[in-house]
């Protein structure tokens, strides 16, 4: 059985990074760095397939196909993607595979299956509902040293309040905490 892996990159108000068209939408660039990089891609680990949502399945498709070499480049190129969509037929970068209809179904289905884990990033819908369904296994947030007061938030409004468990933290040389939590059910009261 594979494990579900979230990735989000993160504001400390909780404001994620989702497209350029956010009027914040740069804010992670400044805080970039090789050590960073290296942390993330070491997060990723060197085999996984990607669980996206078709507006993250696209904006990708049109940028990390022509990316270069590069270690998460190389890896997202590499990886089976796993898309949620209503339009499976205009899927072309590859290797792709819709989830079908049912979603959800689709989703247990992949995971059930031997292979290596399934990566979502951004896809903040799909996020939501795996969370809530729960089927993810880990989630790694990318926090960063800012406070964005407004923005699409990482956990919906709809779903109810779930409990994590710290599992490890890195820390980058600009402030950026790589935080990696196990998921543990719905929040006790």
């Known amino acids: 059985m594979r494990k579900i892996r979230i990735f989000e990159h993160i504001s400390l108000d909780g404001v994620i990074d989702h497209d350029e068209d956010y009027a914040y939408g740069g804010w992670t660039t400044p805080y970039r760095t090789p050590a960073g990089l290296q942390?993330?891609?070491?997060?990723?680990?060197?085999?996984?397939?990607?669980?996206?949502?078709?507006r993250t399945y696209d904006a990708w498709a049109g940028f990390w196909p022509k990316a270069g070499n590069s270690p998460i480049a190389n890896g997202?190129?590499?990886?089976?993607?796993?898309?949620?969509?209503?339009?499976?037929?205009?899927?072309?970068?590859?290797?792709?595979?819709?989830?079908?209809?049912?979603?959800?179904?689709?989703?247990?289905?992949?995971?059930?299956?031997?292979?290596?884990?399934?990566?979502v990033c951004g896809s903040s819908t799909l996020t939501s509902v795996?969370?809530?369904?729960?089927?993810?296994?880990?989630?790694?947030?990318?926090?960063?040293?800012?406070?964005?007061?407004?923005?699409?938030?990482?956990?919906?409004?709809?779903?109810?309040?779930?409990?994590?468990?710290?599992?490890?933290?890195?820390?980058?040389?600009?402030?950026?905490?790589i935080n990696t939590y196990r998921y543990v059910g719905a929040l006790r009261s």
Do not use: C, M, Q
């Open 39 to 54: 942390a993330v891609t070491e997060a990723y680990g060197t085999s996984f397939d990607l669980l996206l949502g078709r």
């Open 76 to 119: 997202l190129n590499a990886a089976t993607k796993y898309v949620a969509t209503h339009r499976p037929d205009s899927l072309e970068w590859g290797p792709v595979k819709d989830l079908g209809a049912d979603i959800i179904a689709g989703v247990r289905g992949v995971k059930s299956t031997d292979g290596p884990d399934l990566i």
């Open 130 to 177: 795996l969370l809530g369904e729960g089927l993810v296994d880990e989630v790694v947030l990318i926090v960063y040293p800012v406070l964005l007061g407004r923005g699409k938030r990482f956990f919906s409004d709809s779903v109810d309040a779930r409990e994590l468990a710290l599992v490890s933290t890195k820390t980058t040389p600009t402030g950026v905490l």
